[in-house]
């Protein structure tokens, strides 16, 4: 007989523990820690991996414990015959899976909140059209992807740099699936300028 599983036990991921270190430096500049008991819970943070451990460092800061276990750390998206879109002010989390067919996936990061400095996107689609429209000057990695009879589409038209304070990784597998990127400026679009919320 298995009882049921425990989410403090749950593996941490590089993102994450970087996530964590943000809440850490946020909470340093409130006046919640001095320096040093920054520096002891950074350490402590960085070595953790288990939710539960992690948890424990924000015992005494009950908002920023909160952000961290309410907070959606996996946002997994399913197309199927179907069309997902998110725009406007959402909550990018440290992963996203992306796993369908004969469907599209837009997602626009400008005005997004990033839970991490760090996306994570695993891809395993067919025939399926996915977008994202990026911050200019964010770094994307695709060399993770593999294509099989598909493509990626760099339709931006400023470069990129290593050391982008916001990076995308995207790894996986598409067939006959087309990834296009694109670099978004300040201006609204046509869904943010009716108020709209993000779909899905």
């Given at each position: 007989?298995?009882?049921?599983?425990?989410?403090?036990?749950?593996?941490?991921?590089?993102?994450?523990?970087?996530?964590?270190?943000?809440?850490?430096?946020?909470?340093?500049?409130?006046?919640?820690?001095?320096?040093?008991?920054?520096?002891?819970?950074?350490?402590?943070?960085?070595?953790?991996?288990?939710?539960?451990?992690?948890?424990?460092?924000?015992?005494?800061?009950?908002?920023?414990?909160?952000?961290?276990?309410?907070?959606?750390?996996?946002?997994?998206?399913?197309?199927?015959?179907?069309?997902?879109?998110?725009?406007?002010?959402?909550?990018?989390?440290?992963?996203?899976?992306?796993?369908?067919k004969l469907g599209?996936?837009?997602?626009?990061?400008?005005?997004?909140?990033?839970?991490?400095?760090?996306?994570?996107?695993?891809?395993?689609?067919?025939?399926?059209?996915?977008?994202?429209?990026?911050?200019?000057?964010?770094?994307?990695?695709?060399?993770?992807?593999?294509?099989?009879?598909?493509?990626?589409?760099?339709?931006?038209?400023?470069?990129?740099v290593p050391s982008?304070?916001?990076?995308?990784?995207?790894?996986?597998?598409?067939?006959?699936?087309?990834?296009?990127?694109?670099?978004r400026s300040g201006?609204?679009?046509?869904?943010?300028?009716?108020?709209?919320?993000?779909?899905?």
């Amino acid at each position: 007989m298995t009882g049921q599983f425990d989410p403090a036990r749950m593996r941490l991921s590089d993102a994450e523990r970087e996530q964590a270190v943000q809440r850490l430096n946020t909470a340093l500049g409130e006046g919640r820690l001095d320096l040093d008991e920054f520096t002891r819970r950074t350490d402590r943070a960085l070595a953790c991996r288990t939710r539960g451990e992690l948890d424990a460092l924000f015992a005494d800061l009950p908002s920023l414990a909160v952000s961290l276990t309410a907070g959606e750390s996996v946002l997994e998206l399913r197309p199927k015959n179907s069309a997902l879109q998110r725009h406007g002010n959402w909550v990018v989390p440290p992963s996203i899976t992306i796993t369908g067919k004969l469907g599209s996936v837009v997602l626009d990061f400008l005005h997004a909140q990033w839970a991490a400095s760090t996306v994570e996107i695993d891809v395993s689609t067919k025939y399926t059209k996915i977008e994202f429209s990026v911050p200019q000057g964010t770094w994307v990695d695709c060399n993770g992807l593999e294509l099989v009879d598909g493509s990626v589409r760099d339709r931006r038209t400023g470069g990129e740099v290593p050391s982008a304070p916001r990076r995308i990784v995207v790894r996986g597998r598409m067939q006959y699936a087309h990834l296009t990127l694109r670099a978004r400026s300040g201006k609204p679009t046509w869904w943010e300028k009716l108020g709209l919320p993000p779909l899905f």
